[in-house]
Every structure is written in C-alpha cells, then in structure tokens.
C-alpha cells in the first residue's frame, strides 16, 4: 500500500545537538510538507518543497533546515539553533496544485524530546 | 490571507448524541476546507473535503459538514458518538486557485465521548 513512512517514531535528543527526521514516501506526490504540532496550537508549517531541488520556508523555519535531493524524501534537520524543540513532527504529501483539490496525506509522525 | 476558527477546544458527548464541532474560515478567494482527524501518537486522516461540488460534503464514519459561505462556516457533525469518536479533531483551509496545496489549520478541537 501507498503511504509516508516517517523514522524514527520516538527521538531524543542532547543540548547542542542536531537532529535529523526522516520521511518517505511512496505515493508519487510532487508535493511534501512538514509541521510542528505543539498542545493547543494545532500544526504550523516549518518548510514545504513542492519540486525536486526546491523547497520553501513555512511560519516556523527558524532553527530548521531540509533537503529534498529525490522525490520520494524529505528529511527534517533540527539545529541546535532551535531553542525549543520539543514537539511531535508531522510530514505530509500531495499532488501539485494542478491535480485539483487533492488533500494532503500525512505520516505518523515523530515525537521529539530534550534529553 | 486564509485563517480557521475551531470554537471549543474541548467538546464532550455522550455516547449515542449528537456531535457538532465548529469551524469558521476566513479567506480572500474561493476555500477548499478540509476535516481531518487524529488520534493518539498517530498522524491525520482525513475525514472529508469541500471542493464547491456540493454544499453537504459526507465522509467517512458517518461524519459531514455543510459549507456556508453566507455563515463562513464548515462544521462538523454527526448525528450519534460513538466511544471510538474520542479523537483530536482539525479543521483546514486552501485557498482555490493557490499555487500550492498549503493547508492553515485551526487549533483543533479534542472530543470526548462519555459512556
């Protein structure tokens, strides 16, 4: 079955560090997407790539960097310049805009600590 | 500019009542809205979309929701909880005629259902 696979589902990590969080997948989306989901704020965007090689900041990239080198990848990397990091992190996917009003499809997310 | 309005960040039913949660939008071109569900440590699925096909829009578990643009509003219902309901529960907004997919999502709305 299609779906996004994201890696791994706890994660801890130590002060200074960075952290990387994988997603996949395997629906042949153009587009994916992560989020940062906090208690009560409901998920804000941290970056989006809609292309191969191309990616774009959301509300909340400070502290975040992405790569997207193929299609099917979109890992999140967590800086150590992210002061606050402790949230679950959801990635998501969907077709390009052309592909009329097509939902995004989401992952089971990453739950990440501070040590 | 879009946003998303979910009045009530708890509902509580009992079991076999009827469930109603609300979601305003607010958005500058014709909306796509979008109902999705979470549950614990997992990611979302979506429940149903609104694509201007139809004002009632019915999804999947015996949920709907009627779009009212004179109202701005999308809610959410379903005429009787079942325990397996309890679930965190978001409301989303894009933008017709975007070039992305981005979805704005309200801060989610956490339903219990009581025995």
């Known amino acids: 079955d299609g779906g996004i696979t994201q890696s791994p589902k706890y994660l801890f990590r130590k002060e200074g560090q960075n952290v990387t969080l994988s997603c996949e997948q395997n629906l042949n989306h153009d587009a994916m997407y992560w989020y940062r989901q906090d208690p009560g704020q409901g998920l804000r965007l941290i970056y989006y790539s809609q292309i191969v090689n191309d990616f774009q900041k959301g509300d909340i990239a400070e502290g975040y960097s992405v790569s997207r080198e193929k299609k099917e990848s979109f890992p999140l990397t967590v800086t150590s310049a992210q002061k606050n990091p402790t949230a679950f992190y959801l990635c998501?996917?969907?077709?390009?805009?052309?592909?009329?009003?097509?939902?995004?499809?989401f992952g089971d997310g990453t739950r990440l600590s501070i040590l | 500019a879009q946003s998303v309005t979910q009045l009530g960040s708890h509902v509580s039913v009992s079991e076999g009542a009827l469930v109603l949660l609300r979601c305003n939008y607010s958005?500058?071109?014709?909306?796509?809205l979008f109902w999705y569900v979470q549950y614990p440590n997992q990611g979302l699925q979506l429940l149903l979309k609104?694509?201007?096909?139809?004002?009632l829009v019915k999804g999947i578990n015996g949920f709907e929701a009627e779009f009212k643009k004179s109202e701005t509003s999308f809610h959410l219902t379903k005429p009787s909880a079942h325990m397996s309901d309890a679930a965190e529960y978001f409301c989303?907004?894009?933008?017709?005629?975007?070039?992305?997919?981005?979805?704005?999502f309200g801060t989610g709305t956490l339903l219990a259902v009581q025995p």
């Open positions: 958005s500058s071109v014709p909306p796509y």
């Open positions: 998501a996917s969907s077709p390009p805009r052309g592909r009329s009003n097509q939902p995004q499809h």
């Open positions: 989303a907004v894009s933008g017709q005629g975007g070039a992305t997919n981005k979805l704005i």
């Open positions: 609104y694509t201007s096909a139809a004002t």
